[in-house]
């Protein structure tokens, strides 16, 4: 196998970028985080801690 066909297998540019898996690697981990975040908040309000109001003050 020479350097040209290993060249030719890896930069194939007849395919469109949605088959590409890296690009979806990259799509999907900031994905993943936005979307663990909004649960971390939603959780965080679901169970807020009740504020003590103290008498007097």
């Known amino acids: 196998m020479t ?3 290993v060249a030719k297998k890896t930069l194939n540019k007849d395919q ?4 590409i898996g890296m690009v ?14 909004m649960v971390t908040v939603v ?6 801690p009740n504020i ?3 008498e007097g003050q």
Do not use: D, E, F, K
């Open 3 to 5: 350097s040209q066909t």
């Open 43 to 48: 959780i965080a309000y679901q169970n807020a």
């Open 16 to 19: 469109p970028w949605y088959r």
């Open 24 to 37: 979806w690697l990259m799509i999907s981990l900031p994905l993943i985080v936005v979307i663990a975040s």
């Open 52 to 54: 003590v109001h103290l």
